[in-house]
């Protein structure tokens, strides 16, 4: 194999990753058919980081140094593969549970009838909203429900909150 | 990236554009290419070697991996979201949690639905006309590509909201 070849295929390697996390994702979600939120995706993300792991060792026995390749591995590949893994993750959270891409999807559908505005607020029924969120988010394990009070369970999505809410005061100096 | 989050961060305070996920599209590549020349010298003053085609690529993707990542969470940004709003009220309370009709009554505090729509509008992404909403003309690209990828890759329902 040329050296321009393995050069090329060390700079693509997140792209790799991402490549074997999204089809690990639509293998999942069709074969369950449906996408049971966040856990499919934390199972894809770590069938690309694997792959990535993988590609960085053929590498390695091919062409590159140790020192080399763990170096580039640490400060590019993986924090490029998380970026791009941490991309589609919220781009498949727009589908999952977006308002907006709900409203426009309804606005598609009623043509240029277009839609009546009391119409529309009838269809988004406040407390449906609240009980998918609900039942949602416990099957993800995400909360815990036990006699009848919700917890937090996994911490993911508290991290997540917190670093939304955070770059909403400063970039937007929205108050907390 | 940093000189670019420095750019978003003073144009956002002075004022949010209309259009903000193309603006952000464009300026954080911008802001790399401005500061690449910089690269090289840089790089010799810390006696490593230069940059190859390979390198460039590199820092080609890593620019793009960020700008989309933060384009995508400027999204969630932009609307409280209600998850991560029940989430994060939901932590203050702590291991003894809230009963669901104490997390029901914070959820229905704020009309989501209402929230979104101004947004919209404000966005000029929808305009309203005698109590009727329309689409506005505007290309949709993000949420056009999210329900293709749904339905035609993922071949899930229309979940949603």
Same mark, same amino acid.
């Given at each position: 194999m040329s050296r321009s070849f393995l050069e090329l295929a060390h700079a693509v390697a997140p792209l790799l990753g991402l490549t074997v996390l999204c089809l690990v994702h639509a293998a999942f979600c069709r074969w369950r058919r &449906? &996408?049971?939120?966040?856990n499919g995706l934390v199972w894809a993300g770590w069938a690309g980081a694997l792959a990535l792991a993988a590609w960085e060792f053929f590498l390695w026995t091919r062409w590159a140094t140790l020192p080399g390749i763990v170096a580039s591995a640490l400060l590019v590949d993986v924090p490029v593969y998380a970026l791009l893994a941490y991309g589609y993750a919220n781009f498949f959270n727009l589908g999952e549970s977006s308002v907006r891409v709900r409203i426009y999807r309804e606005l598609v559908q009623a043509g240029e009838r277009g839609l009546d505005r009391l119409d529309l607020l009838g269809r988004y029924d406040e407390e449906a909203m609240f009980r998918a969120r609900l039942v949602r988010l416990v099957a993800a394990g995400d909360l815990q429900e036990t006699d009848g009070r919700y917890r937090l369970g996994q911490m993911r999505l508290f991290w997540i909150a917190r670093m939304i809410f955070g770059l909403q005061r400063i970039v937007l100096g929205r108050p907390q | 990236m940093a000189a670019g989050f420095v750019a978003h961060w003073f144009w956002w305070r002075w004022r949010r554009p209309k259009r903000a996920r193309a603006v952000l599209l464009v300026l954080f590549p911008l802001g790399a290419l401005c500061l690449a020349p910089a690269i090289p010298p840089w790089l010799a003053a810390l006696g490593l070697a230069p940059l190859g085609w390979a390198g460039w690529l590199n820092v080609a993707l890593a620019v793009l991996a960020f700008t989309l990542a933060y384009v995508v969470t400027y999204s969630a940004l932009e609307a409280d979201s209600p998850t991560l709003g029940l989430i994060r009220h939901l932590a203050k309370h702590g291991p003894a949690g809230l009963a669901e009709d104490a997390l029901r009554g914070f959820f229905r505090e704020k009309s989501h639905v209402s929230l979104r729509l101004a947004a919209l509008a404000e966005e000029e992404m929808i305009v309203e006309k005698e109590g009727s909403i329309f689409l506005a003309p505007h290309p949709y690209r993000l949420f056009r590509a999210v329900l293709f990828y749904r339905s035609r890759i993922l071949r899930i329902g229309e979940d949603g909201g």
């Open positions: &449906s &996408s049971e939120g966040l | -």
